[in-house]
């Protein structure tokens, strides 16, 4: 005899919630590529061989009259994408919490930064402000449409399994990275029997993480739900917004003790990400091809080392793990110093120290501060996390930059980065995570 299945409403819902998280990790998979393949690999010496042709004698390029060394301005252009994303993401941000609808707002970050990406096929020849201006309207997209997925976390999974679920969004990203790197590396690397030059090459591997960009982003604006909410009386929108959410943030110091944490330790990983190509290939010396191979060796290593410091945290705490994850950062940044030029094999010993710990340190990062957050704050309070995230961090390119200039020595710009890690580590262990949680107004998992 045969028997009707009757599905509960919690099974419905947990059934919907497994539908979110399914799409939730595409747009990792859609906007990674960006971080990846843009920022990462090809556009800072791209962008910084363009400024290099429209330079003067002395150097130096000219933005607005302003003498910049060229091989600054690729830093620079980083930096001050992040002062555009400040004054956006708090905006956007309380919009977000204030309405519930984040989709249309995910969406229109998406497509702009999408867009953005897909004209840096027309940059060629002497065009580096062209490149410049791309750059920051790319990277301050990107930074408010991380910052919506982002606070999508705490709706879509319970507490117990956000370290997981984080985890597997960042997995996610590097084997998007990974599989277009493939792609890039074939077409970089055989360029001249595709009847392209490398020039042309190299905008088209820009051009086409534009286009993967946009495509993917359909996956998670069909998945994702809307949460219509109470608007609060009183809530102001606009740039006073920015100050009413500082001012909130004021009222839970330990949740801001973290974000001060995390904001420095992860502007040294985010400097690493945006500035080790130019590292590789203007001071050790590297061809493009090598840069690609060791980043695409950082994506491949770095989906193990999400999904395994996921593990870990399960057994040592999310906290303690990153604490760890911090030293190895040290480590490995100490050791990128002493690299050989012209010396390939260590560069990729060092790209896979890298991966190792990349992806766990930001998706557990990621995960921790969910819990800190106040309910129905999310994206407000996700869109401070943010300014720091994914290339996004103006003081570590900044201090690369003016290290750079003053010097004319990127191993006294690489170095100079320690600091962020051995300063982040220190409040880090500080913060009591726990109690953290608690005056947050957020139930306290068994293991954190």
Same mark, same amino acid.
């Given at each position: 005899?045969?028997?009707?299945?009757?599905?509960?409403?919690?099974?419905?819902?947990?059934?919907?919630?497994?539908?979110?998280?399914?799409?939730?990790?595409?747009?990792?998979?859609?906007?990674?590529?960006?971080?990846?393949?843009?920022?990462?690999?090809?556009?800072? #010496?791209?962008?910084?061989?363009?400024?290099?042709?429209?330079?003067?004698?002395?150097?130096?390029?000219?933005?607005?009259?302003?003498?910049?060394?060229?091989? /600054?301005?690729?830093?620079?252009?980083?930096?001050?994408?992040?002062?555009?994303?400040?004054?956006?993401?708090?905006?956007?941000? /309380?919009?977000?919490?204030?309405?519930?609808?984040?989709?249309?707002?995910?969406?229109?970050?998406?497509?702009?930064?999408?867009?953005?990406?897909?004209?840096?096929?027309?940059?060629?020849?002497?065009?580096?402000?062209?490149?410049?201006?791309?750059?920051?309207?790319?990277?301050?997209?990107?930074?408010?449409?991380?910052?919506?997925?982002?606070?999508?976390?705490?709706?879509?999974?319970?507490?117990?399994?956000?370290?997981?679920?984080?985890?597997?969004?960042?997995? !996610?990203?590097?084997?998007?990275?990974?599989?277009?790197?493939?792609?890039?590396?074939?077409?970089?690397?055989?360029?001249?029997?595709?009847?392209?030059?490398?020039?042309?090459?190299?905008?088209?591997?820009?051009?086409?993480?534009?286009?993967?960009?946009?495509?993917?982003?359909?996956?998670?604006?069909?998945?994702?739900?809307?949460?219509?909410?109470?608007?609060?009386?009183?809530?102001?929108?606009?740039?006073?917004?920015?100050?009413?959410?500082?001012?909130?943030?004021?009222?839970? #110091?330990?949740?801001?003790?973290?974000?001060?944490?995390?904001?420095?330790?992860?502007?040294?990983?985010?400097?690493?990400?945006?500035?080790?190509?130019?590292?590789?290939?203007?001071?050790?010396?590297?061809?493009?091809?090598?840069?690609?191979?060791?980043?695409?060796?950082?994506?491949?290593?770095?989906?193990?080392?999400?999904?395994?410091?996921?593990?870990?945290?399960?057994?040592?705490?999310?906290?303690?793990?990153?604490?760890?994850?911090?030293?190895?950062?040290?480590?490995?940044?100490?050791?990128?110093?002493?690299?050989?030029?012209?010396?390939?094999?260590? !560069?990729?010993?060092?790209?896979?120290?890298?991966?190792?710990?990349?992806?766990? /340190?930001?998706?557990?990062?990621?995960?921790? !501060? /969910?819990?800190?957050?106040?309910?129905?704050?999310?994206?407000?309070?996700?869109?401070?996390?943010?300014?720091?995230?994914?290339?996004?961090?103006?003081?570590?390119?900044?201090? !690369?930059?003016?290290?750079?200039?003053?010097?004319?020595?990127?191993?006294?710009?690489?170095?100079?980065?320690?600091?962020?890690?051995?300063?982040?580590?220190?409040?880090?262990?500080?913060?009591?995570?726990?109690?953290?949680?608690?005056?947050?107004?957020?139930?306290?998992?068994?293991?954190?």
């Amino acid at each position: 005899m045969e028997t009707d299945t009757v599905r509960t409403p919690a099974a419905d819902e947990t059934a919907g919630l497994r539908r979110e998280q399914r799409g939730w990790y595409f747009y990792d998979w859609a906007c990674s590529v960006y971080s990846t393949s843009v920022v990462t690999v090809f556009l800072g #010496p791209y962008l910084t061989a363009v400024a290099k042709r429209a330079a003067d004698a002395d150097g130096y390029v000219h933005p607005l009259g302003v003498p910049v060394r060229a091989g /600054s301005f690729f830093a620079y252009s980083v930096s001050l994408s992040v002062i555009v994303a400040v004054v956006v993401m708090p905006i956007v941000g /309380s919009a977000a919490d204030r309405t519930g609808r984040k989709k249309p707002l995910l969406a229109a970050a998406a497509y702009t930064g999408a867009a953005a990406t897909t004209g840096m096929f027309f940059l060629d020849g002497d065009r580096y402000l062209l490149g410049g201006a791309l750059l920051v309207v790319a990277n301050a997209a990107q930074s408010v449409g991380m910052m919506l997925y982002n606070s999508y976390l705490p709706q879509i999974a319970p507490p117990e399994e956000r370290d997981a679920v984080s985890s597997r969004g960042w997995a !996610f990203g590097y084997a998007a990275g990974s599989t277009v790197l493939v792609a890039n590396l074939v077409l970089y690397s055989g360029h001249d029997s595709f009847g392209l030059s490398e020039t042309a090459a190299v905008r088209i591997c820009l051009a086409s993480a534009g286009l993967w960009w946009g495509a993917f982003t359909l996956v998670p604006l069909r998945r994702l739900r809307d949460r219509h909410v109470r608007v609060e009386r009183g809530t102001a929108p606009g740039l006073r917004q920015l100050a009413a959410t500082v001012r909130d943030m004021r009222r839970y #110091p330990l949740t801001l003790a973290f974000l001060l944490a995390y904001l420095i330790y992860n502007d040294g990983i985010q400097t690493v990400i945006t500035q080790a190509s130019v590292y590789g290939s203007q001071e050790l010396g590297l061809s493009q091809s090598t840069l690609i191979v060791a980043v695409l060796l950082v994506q491949v290593l770095a989906v193990a080392g999400a999904l395994a410091m996921g593990r870990l945290a399960r057994t040592y705490g999310a906290q303690r793990t990153i604490l760890g994850s911090l030293v190895a950062w040290t480590v490995t940044l100490a050791a990128g110093y002493f690299l050989p030029a012209k010396a390939p094999v260590f !560069f990729f010993v060092l790209a896979a120290g890298i991966g190792l710990v990349l992806g766990g /340190s930001q998706a557990l990062s990621r995960s921790l !501060f /969910s819990h800190l957050v106040p309910p129905g704050k999310e994206a407000e309070y996700f869109s401070a996390y943010e300014m720091s995230d994914r290339g996004m961090s103006w003081l570590g390119p900044l201090l !690369f930059g003016v290290t750079y200039q003053l010097t004319g020595s990127y191993r006294s710009a690489i170095i100079s980065l320690v600091a962020f890690f051995v300063i982040g580590f220190t409040l880090l262990a500080r913060v009591p995570v726990r109690r953290a949680i608690g005056e947050a107004g957020n139930p306290v998992p068994e293991r954190i």
